[in-house]
């Protein structure tokens, strides 16, 4: 049971903490009447993902080594495009908070609908597929009379949400500043990961080379099946065996986005309110 | 949606479009008559059930009989990965199917997915 509920936890998490921040950031901006657009990408994502991942699993239909792998590490690609664009959005939000903006600026600041929907539906699709096929390789095994697989899966998304839910709670409590920093660094890691798993899928595709050719190694101490190896993977996607390509992408994406999410303003976001607010904006 | 949203998701939903366009090029729906082989891995072994097979489609019907979550591997004889399957958690089946030249190959089991596996070898003709 330990096997599935492992497998299940980390492609929950993996599905969750993205959309338990954007969750977190539309509550915080005062747009909780936002957040039906995020449950329908949601839905939509898990739907599509079990419908097709009923038909790889139950008929003969079969999806190639290769397209599965093209298809998982463009999707995850393009998951990476979408959440660095939120995460300038939120940067967008923080600065225009640190003023005086009220009302119908503040309104134009928030993320349209299609762009919710479509966020929730990358985040939560891009490994949707993969986790479809393993849920139902454990309802298959309760066809057979085994329990265990299904219900170590299905505990296994349950923390997962669980832990998402927690998260937001926490993110919600405390003060704006902190939240859009915190919050801000933490997409920043997760899409770095993100962007090395999508490496490596076109990496086994051969689209991408260097396939073997190892960063480092470190499945002795991060054997990966284990917890932390899980919770690690399931987060920031960290790899016990990461190529060189995977460190590189991930070293050359979090370098210039953390720098360009964490410099100071070049001009104030507004006509300051006190005299010490044009400081922080000032070169 | 607005028509500036769906403006602005246009080049997006067409990348997308594009990915599940490319994958279904390597989709087949039902094979036609192609074999199927069952490979039971265990913690300890790796027991493809026939290792001389017909070239073609072929089913790998994988089994986890072990405590620790499996991926299955088949390189051809230069080393390269011609299939594989992943997160295959215990007391579940689930299955890969590859298109087998003829040639040598090796069905290689990873119980506990990390070191080199167990490597039964498989000939196709």
């Known amino acids: 049971m330990l096997g599935n509920y492992l497998i299940g936890l980390r492609e929950g998490l993996e599905a969750a903490l993205v959309v338990s921040i954007l969750v977190a950031y539309l509550v915080k901006v005062g747009r909780g009447d936002r957040l039906r657009y995020v449950w329908t990408g949601v839905a939509a994502a898990v739907a599509i993902s079990l419908a097709a991942g009923a038909l790889l699993s139950f008929t003969s239909a079969s999806l190639s080594f290769r397209a599965s792998e093209i298809f998982g ?26 003023g005086a903006l009220e009302g119908q600026a503040r309104q134009a600041l928030t993320m349209g609908a299609g762009s919710l929907v479509l966020l929730s539906l990358l985040a939560v699709g891009r490994e949707g597929l993969e986790t ?7 309802v298959q095994a309760t066809g057979s009379g085994l329990a265990a697989p299904l219900v170590g899966a299905a505990l ?21 500043a902190r939240f859009f920093s915190v919050t801000g660094a933490l997409l920043v890691v997760v899409a770095a990961g993100v962007l090395a798993y999508g490496v490596h899928d076109l990496q086994e595709a051969g689209v991408l080379p260097g396939l073997q050719v190892l960063a480092f190694d470190v499945s002795g101490a991060v054997p990966p099946g284990t917890w932390y190896a899980t919770v690690l993977k399931g987060t920031v996607n960290f790899s016990p065996q990461t190529t060189v390509l995977q460190a590189v992408a991930w070293v050359a994406y979090v370098v210039p986005v953390a720098l360009a999410y964490f410099r100071p303003d070049r001009r104030p976001a507004t006509t300051p309110a006190t005299p010490s607010q044009s400081a922080v904006g000032a070169r | 949606m607005t028509t500036t949203t769906v403006r602005r998701s246009r080049p997006l939903l067409l990348v997308v479009g594009s990915a599940l366009a490319l994958s279904a090029c390597g989709a087949s729906a039902g094979a036609d008559g192609g074999a199927s082989v069952a490979v039971d891995s265990s913690d300890s072994a790796c027991s493809v059930a026939r290792t001389e097979l017909a070239a073609g489609a072929t089913e ?20 390269d990965v011609v299939g594989e399957r992943e ?39």
């Not at chain 2, 994988?62 to 080393?79: K, Q, R």
């Not at chain 2, 958690?89 to 506990?112: F, H, I, M, N, W």
């Open chain 1, 132 to 138: 479809a096929v393993f849920l139902w390789a454990a």
């Open chain 2, 87 to 125: 997160d295959i958690a215990p007391g579940t089946s689930q299955s890969l199917t590859v298109d087998l030249e003829p040639g040598r190959y090796e069905v290689t089991c990873k119980p506990g997915q990390s070191g080199e596996g167990i490597a039964t070898p498989v000939t196709v003709a």
């Open chain 1, 73 to 98: 590490g463009t999707l995850s690609i393009v998951a990476v495009g979408l959440v660095t664009w939120m995460v300038f959005w939120m940067r967008r939000t923080a600065r225009s908070m640190k």
């Open chain 1, 156 to 176: 296994g998304l349950a923390s997962a949400v669980a832990l998402a839910w927690l998260l937001y709670r926490r993110a919600v409590k405390v003060d704006l």
């Open chain 2, 60 to 79: 790998l019907s994988i089994t986890n009989s072990g405590a620790s979550t499996t991926e299955v591997y088949v390189y051809d004889a230069a080393g």
